[in-house]
């Protein structure tokens, strides 16, 4: 079946910009993450949605992130006042239901590289 | 908090060359632990998980077991071959389950042939 989606694949911007990234889950997976890569501090947690249960925000690094997820699928990513520290490449992951005998591997989609000059 | 700690790289092995990437953790209770690999110009991918103690997780010739006595989850191969040339990272997962990954750094590994 499909996997995880994000669009766009690659993003270059100017400082100061916003910008939004998406992201399409596996369909029928609850849990959904975001995640950023980059060479100094390599992959690092930013949130986290699962149902309708607020979302865990404790990696987003600054306000001028935030994120949503509508109805209980798509998500995207904003990032406000883009600085060039924001370089990076910007990973979604899900994961389905947490069954009687749990389950929590996560399935990365391929990622959207963004450059911030 | 959670952590987990993972061989620097780069590791440059020879075709057919025996593979060991050491991964250790710090975790309160059980958590979930993981390999994923990311080949070049490619997404992450799960290669491997353990869920409880002495579990042991294998793919592709892969092998890792959960060690509770020594908190740790070394990836290893017993012989290697030039596909298998990535970066691979070792994770882990509270025990609570659906819950963010913790990442190691992540392990460069070139396979020569």
């Known amino acids: 079946g499909a996997g995880v989606s994000q669009s766009p694949s690659n993003k270059v911007t100017e400082k100061g910009k916003d910008v939004e990234l998406r992201c399409d889950p596996i369909s029928g997976h609850t849990a959904l993450y975001w995640y950023r890569q980059s060479l100094g501090q390599g992959l690092e947690f930013l949130i986290y949605f699962q149902g309708n249960s607020a979302p865990d925000k404790s990696g987003l690094p600054s306000d001028r992130f935030s994120a949503e997820r509508t109805g209980g699928s798509v998500s995207t990513l904003t990032i406000q006042r883009t600085q060039q520290e924001d370089s990076a490449v910007y990973l979604c992951?899900?994961?389905?239901?947490?069954?009687?005998?749990?389950?929590?591997?996560?399935?990365f989609g391929p990622g959207t590289r963004l450059t911030v000059l | 908090g959670d952590s987990v700690t993972q061989m620097e790289g780069p590791v440059t092995l020879s075709e057919e060359a025996f593979l060991t990437i050491n991964c250790t953790y710090t975790?309160?209770?059980?958590?979930?632990l993981f390999w994923y690999v990311q080949y070049p110009g490619e997404g992450l991918q799960l290669l491997l998980k353990a869920t409880k103690a002495d579990d042991k997780g294998s793919n592709k010739g892969f092998e890792a077991t959960y060690r509770k006595e020594t908190t740790s989850f070394h990836l290893e191969k017993g012989s290697v071959q030039v596909s298998d040339s990535a970066v691979y990272f070792c994770a882990l997962s509270s025990s609570s389950g659906n819950t963010p990954l913790v990442f190691g750094k992540g392990t460069r590994l070139s396979v020569i042939a």
């Open positions: 975790a309160t209770g059980y958590p979930s």
């Open positions: 992951a899900s994961s389905p239901v947490l069954g009687r005998w749990g389950t929590d591997t996560q399935y």
